[in-house]
């Protein structure tokens, strides 16, 4: 029996957000025991490696980061696209040429985002002639559940809530969250940070461990920084908009916009 080919994007797989939480662990277990817990403590994690020694070989998703994908009909850039049939991942060359501040989060979403969560669904729904793109519109649209979906896988690998943990306690000595009392000078280990919010102070402590995090931006890096590590005492991810809080880039802020740290 032939199965019907169609260019209709179904209804997204109907997967929880504490389901798309267990497959990022079960991938950084597996990268984990690819490349050694010692080595992920001294180096931290790396795409390239995830992607080496764990996404492929399991996955077989071919990788493209040579195409220049254009722009859509509306002018919006496109950062990559998935192509179900195919089963590779397009990323736009630009985001290599210039290292794009988005570019390492753009890989999570599109490889293991898509490529894992997306792949088999679209094709036992028949959707293989079709092509998922994503541009700057796409990844903030709050009603795209495909979009939600990757861009939550994305955060839990990129910036694993459980590794920013263990290097606040390690580099600072902290056993809980900071506890956000207003603006002003707080000491950190040994550090003096001088804070006016609570998303400003995830930002400065996201900028000091950036380097474990394999070229991932400090903003989105900062995002998951302030759910590990801050008490924020009322304040919102709204404060993130404020120009003199931080500067992000557009995949930052499709998951503040998604609703991820709360």
């Known amino acids: 029996m032939t199965k019907a080919i169609s260019n209709q994007l179904p209804a ?3 997967i929880t957000s504490a389901e798309i939480s267990r ?9 984990i025991r690819e490349v050694g817990e010692e080595h992920i403590e001294s180096n931290g994690i790396d795409f390239a490696e995830l992607y080496q020694s764990v ?8 990788l493209d980061t040579n195409e220049d994908l254009g722009v859509t009909d509306s002018g919006d850039q496109i950062f990559g696209k998935f192509l179900p049939r195919e089963n590779v991942v ?5 985001f290599f040429l210039s290292n794009d501040p988005r570019k390492v989060f753009t890989l999570y979403h599109e490889v293991p ?3 894992i969560l997306h792949g088999s669904h679209l094709k036992r729904a028949g959707f293989q002639n079709g092509v998922f793109r994503t541009t700057e519109a796409s990844i903030v649209d709050r009603e795209n559940a495909y979009e939600r979906q990757a861009n939550l896988l994305a955060s839990r690998l990129a910036a694993p809530l459980g590794f920013i943990a263990w290097l606040c306690r390690k580099l600072y000595g902290l056993t809980g ?3 956000y009392v207003g603006p002003g000078r707080y000491c950190i280990g040994s550090t003096i940070f001088s804070v006016h919010s609570p998303p400003h102070l995830a930002w400065l402590i996201a900028k000091q461990i950036r380097h474990y995090f394999g070229g ?9 920084v302030l759910r590990v ?13 404020s120009p003199d809080t931080l500067r992000i880039g557009a995949t930052a802020e499709a998951v503040i916009k998604n609703g991820l740290t709360e």
Request: proline share 6%; no cysteine; hydrophobic share 35%.
């Open 55 to 62: 996404l492929y070989p399991h996955y077989e998703i071919i």
């Open 177 to 179: 969250k900071i506890n």
């Open 90 to 94: 397009l990323i736009d060359k630009s």
């Open 12 to 14: 997204p797989p109907s």
């Open 216 to 224: 991932l931006s400090t903003g989105a890096l900062a995002l998951n």
């Open 229 to 241: 590590a801050v008490n924020r005492n009322g304040y919102t991810n709204s404060d993130f908009n």
């Open 113 to 115: 985002g898509h490529g």
């Open 23 to 31: 497959k990022a662990h079960d991938l950084l277990f597996e990268y």
